[in-house]
Every structure is written in structure tokens, then in C-alpha cells.
């Protein structure tokens, strides 16, 4: 079965330095979608993205966060100042035209010290 | 807006007890639904969908559902509980355009041996 890859598993980052999520979606998924989740908390949803631009976004996905598809394949979240409140579990999901195929990659944890 | 509530936050079950996990939505449109399970320090896995045919829909580990559309309702339910499904359980909806993938907050189940 086809995997959404997330990289890297695990990034610890000092407060106020930029980071950048990778996510590898299913190659002919259309609808790709970022979420976090601090820790034994809820779901939150940050971003939609289709056709190579942002959707839908949160009242979380302010100025500081960006998201990019730069090669028809990567599916990229940056954070450009990170703050402690940032740390969190960052998941990537991928869908497919059907609008039931969703995946989810393994997640990123971050950790803002 | 959409939205997807979850109303019941924490519930705690005996073994063998019967469950069922409330889960409603507000969306005017056509919608799929999702309940993904988290085990501890785990990433989301999903338990069931639906999209279109039989309101009744079965899962894996046991996990059924039901879509009762005038009350824009998807419960979550399980005739006799284990242990081992101690977890956070996560209702989502995905609109028609997919724009929009929402989850609930999520439902704590403790289940006692």
C-alpha cells in the first residue's frame, strides 16, 4: 500500500530559527493537508492545498508559516520563526480525487527549546 | 464554518461493556466521514470511513458506525470493549470540495480490566 513519508522523525530547533517539514504525498493524490497535535491534545488542522495553492487555512497558519509543493512532489511546511508553543507532532495527509483515500504520514515531532 | 464535535471528552468502561462515541458535524453539503483511533505515543489509524451506500458501516477491531443524516450524526460504536482499546479516538469530515478536513476534539477512552 502506498505511504505518505514524512522527514524528519524528529527535529529539535532553538526558538526563533526556521524550520522546514518534508512530506512525500502519494503521487496522484490531489488534496495534501498539514495538521499538528501537541501533545495528548487535539487534532488541529493548519492547512489545505490544491492545485498548487493554499485552500483552506486555521487561524493558526498566520504569517509565520508557509507551505510549498517545489517539485510536483514534495509538499513542504516552514516555519519561519519557531516559538516554544510551536512544538508539537506535525502530520502531513494526502487525498485522492475520491475525497475517501486520505493518508497520513508518521508525523514530525518538533521541538522548540 | 464547519465544524465536528465530539461531546463526549473522557469516558471510562469496564471490559465487555458496550460503547458508543458521539460525533456530529455542522456542513451543509455532502460530507465524508472518518473515525481514526491514536494509541499512546502512536499516530492516527483508521477505523472506518464513510462516503456513499450502507449508513451502517463496519470497521476493523470490531468498530461500527453510523451515519444518520438528519441529525448530521456519525456514532462510533462497539458491542463489548477490550483493554486494549484504551486510545484517543478522532472523528473527521472531509467536505465536497475537500478543501475542508476537519477533526473533532477527540474522545478519551479508558477501558478497566
Known amino acids: 500500500e502506498p505511504e505518505v513519508t514524512q522527514t524528519p522523525s524528529h527535529q529539535v530547533t532553538q526558538m526563533g530559527q526556521e524550520v522546514i517539514l518534508r512530506c512525500v504525498p502519494i503521487?496522484?493524490?490531489?488534496?495534501f493537508y498539514w495538521y499538528r497535535q501537541i501533545l495528548g491534545q487535539k487534532v488541529e488542522f493548519l492547512v489545505s492545498f490544491y492545485n498548487n495553492e493554499i485552500s483552506e487555512k486555521s487561524e493558526i497558519f498566520d504569517d509565520q508559516f508557509s507551505v510549498e509543493r517545489p517539485d510536483g512532489s514534495n509538499f513542504t511546511l516552514k516555519i519561519r520563526s519557531t516559538k516554544l508553543e510551536d512544538s508539537a507532532m506535525y502530520f502531513c495527509a494526502s487525498l485522492g480525487g475520491s475525497l475517501v483515500d486520505v493518508h497520513f504520514g508518521n508525523g514530525t515531532r518538533l521541538t522548540v527549546t | 464554518a464547519q465544524s465536528v464535535s465530539q461531546h463526549n471528552h473522557h469516558v471510562i468502561l469496564s471490559e465487555a461493556a458496550s460503547l458508543e462515541l458521539g460525533c456530529n458535524y455542522s456542513?451543509?453539503?455532502?460530507?465524508?466521514l472518518f473515525w481514526y483511533v491514536q494509541y499512546p505515543g502512536q499516530h492516527l489509524q483508521l477505523l472506518l470511513k464513510?462516503?456513499?451506500?450502507?449508513?451502517l458501516v463496519k470497521g476493523i477491531k470490531g468498530f461500527e458506525a453510523e451515519f444518520i443524516k438528519s441529525k448530521f450524526s456519525f456514532n462510533l460504536r462497539k458491542p463489548s470493549v477490550q483493554w486494549s482499546d484504551t486510545a484517543e479516538y478522532f472523528c473527521a469530515v472531509i467536505s465536497n470540495t475537500g478543501n475542508q478536513f476537519y477533526f473533532g476534539t477527540g474522545t478519551s477512552l479508558t477501558v478497566i480490566p
Open positions: 503521487s496522484n493524490h490531489l488534496y
Open positions: 456542513y451543509g453539503g455532502t460530507v465524508n
Open positions: 464513510y462516503f456513499s451506500g450502507d449508513p
